[in-house]
């Protein structure tokens, strides 16, 4: 019993010396951000903020399964995305609201965040592209904005659980956040029930196309709980 006691308490010893030897305070730092390259794609990236609307040069190295040019998409969706922000800061006076972090969770070249800055919000932006989806990543840091890779659920599935999807954003929202899901119809009621089964305030709305169109908009409000 006493050997085993010593051999414990050498043991412990050992290992309060090694985590004396590597706290965190005695490692030097390390370089996190890459310099660009002096030559391919990345060497040519404009300065701020004119890099915001070039298309970069390694947008040409994405695979995207589409037949339009990979330029012509980045504007369209730039185009797209400014004109829908504007309609939303003049619907929902997005002006009076004090926006800090805000997540696009599908965030394709980076468009919605574009228009963010355009209409001069100042708030950080996290752009989600899909990893079952084309890898923008590349085109998103040249344009000099901030994303991740992630998928909200698995690839090989046909249809992703909604209420999975919901219940991991209300665990990300703070009280107090709001979300904006535009989408299609036949998913429309089926998120707002869950929505309103978590406790949001949910609202369902019609886009700028009016009420005819194939898309609605739920805006969703999560207030703090109170017992």
């Known amino acids: ?15 309060t010396s090694l985590f004396k030897q590597k706290k965190p305070w005695y490692v030097d730092l390390k370089a996190c951000i890459s310099r660009l390259p002096e030559n ?7 300065t701020w903020p004119s890099r915001l609307h070039t298309p970069p040069d390694r947008l040409q190295s994405i695979q995207y399964e589409s037949y339009i040019a990979r330029k012509e998409l980045l504007k369209a969706e730039s185009k797209f995305w400014s004109e829908t922000i504007a309609g939303y800061v003049r619907a929902w006076h997005w002006k009076k609201f004090k926006l800090r972090n805000v997540m696009d969770m599908k965030a394709g070249f980076g468009g919605f965040a574009a228009a963010l800055i355009d209409q001069g919000f100042d708030c950080w932006v996290l752009n989600v592209v899909p990893v079952s989806g084309s890898n923008t990543l590349p085109v998103l840091y040249d344009r000099g904005l901030l994303g991740v890779m992630h998928d909200w659920y698995h690839s090989k599935l046909k249809r ?18 709001r979300v904006y899901i535009r ?20 609202t369902l709305r019609d886009t700028s196309e009016g009420p005819h ?6 805006t969703c409000d999560k207030r703090l709980l109170r017992p």
Not at 4 to 11: N, S
Not at 40 to 46: E, K, R, T
């Open 1 to 15: 019993m006493e050997e085993l006691l010593a051999i414990v308490y050498h043991l412990w010893t050992l290992r």
């Open 40 to 46: 391919g794609y990345g060497a040519n990236v404009p």
């Open 160 to 177: 992703c659980n909604m209420s999975t999807i919901m219940l991991e954003m209300d665990r990300i929202l703070r009280p107090g956040g």
């Open 183 to 202: 989408d299609s119809l036949d998913v429309m009621d089926e998120l707002l029930q869950i929505a309103k089964a978590m406790g949001w305030q949910a």
């Open 213 to 218: 169109a194939s898309y609605r908009i739920l």
